[in-house]
């Protein structure tokens, strides 16, 4: 029989730190679009039929307000699209609006985005992941979906390697008793990692940090208070080049992408966990086609007294106006993209987690469900607390570290001297 479980607000994002400034210019960005009569729209495609599915009704629901208006969305390879969206920006031939990840993509780009903070008052109470679309005081844009960094783990993997698939690790040492059980006794990885990009230590740190960090430490690190030099940031370091070291990881995954290659080796049962998604692909549903009673869902582990486990999930992405000119027609396409019948249809069909506290997610699949019952102690992603440059340094650290090509005091004191 299917559960229905109400998504209840994510209490623990607001805690995220509001910084940056706001207020873009009507000639930064004209898209060609001077018409009032067309809106031009960049985002990165749809992945699959749900997604287009999504953007059809999302679109729909806009038309039926704006019938004259013709939406035209221009797909930009997402490896690309901050690059080419700036270089757009900046030479004034960018959309009237754009998709944005929330946090570090959109904050670092308030200056060239429209405020819509009093548009959107009359969503705040419906939708969750707020935080991560506000900086300065103002809103750009509303969150569709909920993001986060579950752990997911293969339970025939744990069986055949002797462990108790019902009871996975809970603190730091069982997690490590684990994966020399798993290398040991299977001809699985520990953890299936792609990390050509460098993205591997964001998952590794928003995914563990909660039981690194003290609360205070967290909250802190969030609201931009944080010294890379500092007992606990060092030992995120440290355990990501152990883990690393101690055979962890698939071969090569320096050279392997996290997406898709990375979780196609969970998926495919080449590695026994991952940290993955839980909205847009590597997530709860996609897992399940592969995996179906296999897949299982764990908490963070404890590695430090005085530590209290959180489930790292935020605002995901939302779409704000670049263009000031076409601001009311961008307002009313960001309400589209959160109307409830068209966030509710593709939940279940793409595995999302909306932002819209009212959904109820119906589905038999243990581990969607305890990822919800999660969500309202959860905690923002504390990666997306790092400047856009800060996090571009981490990526490249977070390699040489998993190569053993720096040490961790070297890594910590680089990006100390990044925070100025």
């Not at 730091?172 to 953890?191: N, P, Y």
């Not at 396409?333 to 997610?361: F, P």
């Amino acid at each position: 029989m299917k559960r229905r479980i109400a998504i209840t607000a994510v209490v623990g994002i607001t805690a995220l730190a509001l910084t940056g400034c706001g207020g873009a210019s009507p000639s930064g960005s004209s898209g060609g679009s001077g018409s009032s009569d067309k809106l031009v729209i960049w985002n990165w495609g749809d992945a699959d039929d749900a997604a287009a599915a999504y953007t059809e009704e999302v679109t729909a629901a806009f038309n039926e307000v704006h019938p004259d208006v013709e939406v035209e969305i221009v797909n930009q390879p997402f490896d690309q699209y901050y690059t080419l969206l700036g270089s757009a920006v900046e030479a004034g031939t960018g959309p009237d609006i754009a998709l944005f990840n929330g946090g570090t993509q959109l904050k670092s780009r308030a200056d060239s985005l429209v405020p819509v903070t009093e548009e959107l008052a009359d969503l705040e109470d419906t939708l969750a992941g707020w935080p991560a679309f506000q900086a300065g005081g103002e809103t750009y844009s509303a969150p569709t979906f909920l993001q986060g960094f579950p752990i997911y783990f293969n339970k025939a993997l744990f069986e055949q390697a002797g462990l108790d698939a019902d009871n996975p690790p809970k603190t730091w040492d069982e997690l490590s008793a684990a994966c020399t059980a798993i290398v040991d006794k299977t001809d699985a990885s520990c953890f299936a990692l792609g990390n050509k990009e460098g993205l591997g230590i964001e998952f590794f740190l928003s995914g563990f940090g909660s039981g690194i960090f003290t609360p205070d430490e967290y909250d802190a690190w969030i609201d931009g208070d944080r010294d890379w030099t500092s007992e606990h940031a060092k030992q995120a370091l440290q355990l990501w080049a152990d883990s690393s070291a101690d055979g962890w990881y698939n071969e090569g995954a320096n050279s392997t992408a996290m997406f898709n290659d990375s979780f196609d080796l969970f998926s495919a049962g080449s590695s026994a966990m991952v940290i993955g998604l839980m909205s847009g692909t590597a997530h709860w549903k996609q897992f399940d086609e592969f995996l179906g009673d296999d897949l299982g869902f764990m908490m963070p582990v404890t590695i430090n007294d005085g530590t209290t486990l959180a489930l790292p999930a935020e605002g995901g992405i939302g779409y704000a106006v670049l263009n000031e000119d076409k601001k009311d027609l961008g307002v009313d396409w960001i309400k589209a993209t959160v109307d409830h019948d068209a966030l509710a249809n593709y939940s279940l069909a793409g595995g999302q987690i909306t932002s819209d506290t009212t959904i109820e997610l119906d589905t038999d699949i243990e581990s969607a469900n305890d990822i919800v019952s999660e969500l309202p102690g959860s905690k923002p992603l504390l990666h997306t607390a790092l400047t856009a440059e800060e996090l571009d340094l981490l990526h490249r650290l977070g390699q040489q570290l998993l190569g053993g090509e720096v040490t961790v005091d070297d890594a910590a004191a680089q990006l100390a001297a990044s925070e100025g």
